[in-house]
């Protein structure tokens, strides 16, 4: 858990203030930066599974599509 919490702190989505706790950052383009990081490994994850079982690119977009109301 330490491990963890340090992780964060050093990529500084959270803080410590030293009487009253940690917090996470209110930081949007930070917070927006690695939303898109972990969005774009999670796409990249599910391309090549995929891809393993033999889908498309576009079989796997039209699978993401229906899943998500086609937003």
Do not use: C, H, P, S
């Not at 990249?44 to 993401?64: H, M, P, R, S």
């Amino acid at each position: 858990m330490q491990k963890a919490l340090q992780d964060l702190e050093e990529q500084q989505l959270i803080y410590t203030e030293r009487t009253n706790g940690k917090f996470v950052t209110e930081d949007k383009k930070l917070i927006a930066k690695f939303k898109k990081q972990l969005a774009t490994n999670a796409a990249k994850n599910y391309l090549a599974d995929t891809q393993k079982i033999g889908a498309t690119f576009d079989e796997a977009i039209n699978v993401l599509q229906e899943i998500g109301g086609g937003r």
